[in-house]
């Protein structure tokens, strides 16, 4: 009888465990997504337009996901220590739609991360930026994002100034070749925002233009959020998946 | 007549070093011609720039004088023009010029139809020939030789992009198959439960040989017999010790 008593003390200790380790996750879950879902990159205009938004639906699911896991855990540990079957059984229940919708989460940021290739983003930038349809809301949101993105990463282009030379794009409709073969945010600028040297630039000196491409500054940061969304979401299912196995195991045998 | 222009050994080039914008669909750069006209030049004399068609190159006539420059406008039908007209002593030995000269820089003059030597974007992607030639009052004095010829870019449509990943990714296979078989477990785990619960209850089975919660147990006291009195028939006084009557 004392066995049991520990078996079944050991299993309670457990359990509890468990579920403040559930509890703590979903809390961890939710600051994360908050803090992606709140564009601190400034990149969500280009991944709107991409329809690669499911990064940003994943967070959102995310944040619930995480404010439901806190409050199933403590329902879990008050449901393990009074060792009440209704409780337990209603808590079981709960974890598994939340598990469902952790699932379809995680799923969704890790095959919508695969998407965002540098084709995709060069293809985008060479549609949209300065398109000059004053009525296009979200072109004119796609030119300021990367006029932004090239001024603070001291970047050009996807892959570079060639972007612009190698591909028509709406950009070149408006402005001429020989006066702007890449964009003027592309040239090092000075204090006033003017280029240092002008015809440096055009032509291509080093020292005189930005040479490198802004994928990785755009690549970066939302690989490491959806990452995170990703794999941290699946490695508290995995814990999740234990603990509610742990949990039915604990339920068969509570009798009334 | 007068005498022709000297040929000069210098070949016209694109500049060595690494600029990202030596050639563009408009406008290319080429090295400045140092210390090859010295000897030949005059302070009063002009270096030009003659730009041909690479095909129409073998039928360029150079100008007699000033006057008869072919002008940039004229590229179309002429299939040639003469542009960046420079002093001579621009491009003398000790001079400071750029090392680079960009042809095709001003979009400006294109529009306003001056008469000036228009160094205006060219319109297509050529090939193109170039050649300088050094004219005097009374006409060509110099001339190099004609460059290789030069070919702008040309710039495909975005639409030929192809945005799909080249590699579909292996993450996503992995954590879906875990996940699903995860899910998979539960849901099997969670109905085998409840369905067992479910069957024992309607065949009232007794389940629980190892209950976790403790019940109370009770037992059933059994009391020990009292001692019986004795028959009536023995009339034994004290107990044992009996007299047959």
Wanted: net charge neutral; aromatic share 10%; with cysteine.
């Amino acid at each position: 009888m004392a066995k049991s008593d520990d078996c079944v003390h050991i299993l309670q200790g457990l359990l509890v465990f468990g579920n403040v380790v559930i509890g703590m996750c979903g809390i961890a879950l939710t600051a994360e997504c908050i803090y992606f879902v709140s564009n601190p990159h400034g990149l969500y205009p280009l991944l709107k337009v991409t329809e690669s938004n499911g990064i940003y639906t994943a967070a959102w699911i995310g944040i619930f996901v995480g404010l439901a896991l806190f409050a199933l855990s403590i329902l879990g540990i008050i449901g393990v220590i009074k060792a009440s079957r209704t409780l337990l059984l209603v808590y079981i229940i709960l974890m598994l739609i939340t598990f469902a919708f952790e699932m379809a989460s995680c799923i969704t940021a890790a095959a919508h991360q695969d998407s965002l290739t540098p084709s995709l983003f060069l293809k985008q930038m060479l549609e949209r930026y300065q398109n000059s349809d004053p009525a296009n809301n979200t072109d004119n949101e796609v030119t300021k994002t990367w006029d932004e993105l090239m001024l603070q990463n001291h970047c050009c282009g996807v892959l570079g100034p060639s972007d612009w030379q190698e591909y028509t794009s709406a950009f070149r409709r408006t402005h001429k070749d020989a006066d702007y073969p890449w964009p003027r945010k592309c040239c090092v600028l000075d204090a006033q925002g003017l280029p240092v040297n002008l015809d440096g630039c055009k032509l291509g000196v080093p020292g005189y233009y930005n040479s490198n491409g802004c994928y990785d500054a755009i690549s970066g940061p939302v690989n490491t959020h959806a990452w995170g969304v990703a794999w941290f979401g699946f490695a508290i299912l995995c814990w999740t998946f234990c603990v509610l196995l742990g949990t039915m195991f604990y339920w068969s045998g509570i009798e009334y | 007549l007068p005498t022709p222009p000297a040929r000069l050994p210098y070949v016209p080039h694109l500049p060595p070093m690494a600029l990202l914008g030596k050639v563009t669909a408009t406008t290319f750069a080429l090295e400045t011609p140092l210390c090859v006209f010295d000897g030949h030049a005059d302070a009063s004399d002009a270096v030009w720039l003659a730009v041909a068609f690479a095909n129409a190159s073998a039928t360029f006539r150079n100008p007699r004088s000033r006057a008869d420059v072919p002008p940039y406008r004229r590229l179309p039908t002429a299939r040639s023009y003469m542009t960046l007209e420079t002093a001579a002593a621009a491009y003398s030995c000790s001079a400071p010029s750029p090392p680079v000269l960009r042809v095709g820089a001003d979009t400006a003059c294109r529009d306003q139809g001056r008469q000036d030597p228009c160094n205006g974007p060219l319109p297509s992607p050529g090939p193109y020939r170039v050649k300088f030639l050094l004219m005097g009052c009374r006409g060509p004095k110099a001339e190099t030789r004609w460059s290789e010829p030069i070919l702008l870019r040309r710039a495909v449509s975005p639409g030929s992009i192809d945005p799909a990943p080249t590699r579909h990714g292996s993450d996503v296979v992995v954590i879906a198959s875990i996940l699903a078989s995860l899910g998979a477990v539960l849901a099997t785990a969670v109905l085998g439960a409840l369905g067992a619960k479910v069957w024992g209850s309607l065949c009232h089975q007794d389940l629980g040989t190892d209950a976790f919660t403790r019940r109370s147990y009770r037992t059933h006291h059994i009391p020990p017999a009292l001692p019986q009195p004795l028959p009536p028939g023995c009339g034994c006084s004290p107990p044992g010790l009996c007299r047959s009557a």
